[in-house]
């Protein structure tokens, strides 16, 4: 084991080292404790007679979203757009701040 004072008599590149080979011992542990957990859960479910899709069905692409489509333009500067999406940006809070209404900027 390493202690604090072992790790002052150590240089930069040692230490760099060192952290590295934590990361990567840390990364490992990590894969395997996952690794373990679904070997687990497999055969938790299989002793229900059901699959791991059934328990907890397709994650694939559930929280990915399409390419977002613009709704509002700037038409003093093209490139400023929103898609509806989050906050709005300031130019349009300006512009909505300066009596214009969200319609004006619509994209048809």
């Given amino acids: 084991m390493v202690t604090k004072t072992d790790l002052k008599s150590l ?12 990361v990567a011992a840390l990364r490992e542990r990590r894969q395997l404790a996952i690794s373990q957990l679904r070997e687990q859960f497999e055969d938790l479910a299989a002793a229900e007679g059901l699959t791991m899709e059934e328990v907890v069905g397709s994650q694939r692409g559930k929280w990915q979203r399409g390419p ?25 809070s300006d512009k909505l701040r300066g009596g214009k209404s969200l319609q004006d900027y619509g994209v048809s």
Avoid: A, C, F, M
Wanted: proline fraction near 8%; avoid cysteine; hydrophobic fraction near 20%.
């Fill in 11 to 22: 240089t930069s590149k040692q230490l760099n080292e060192l952290q590295q080979d934590v």
């Fill in 68 to 92: 977002k489509t613009i709704k509002y333009r700037d038409p003093d500067h093209p490139r400023n757009t929103w898609s509806g999406r989050g906050r709005t940006p300031r130019w349009l």
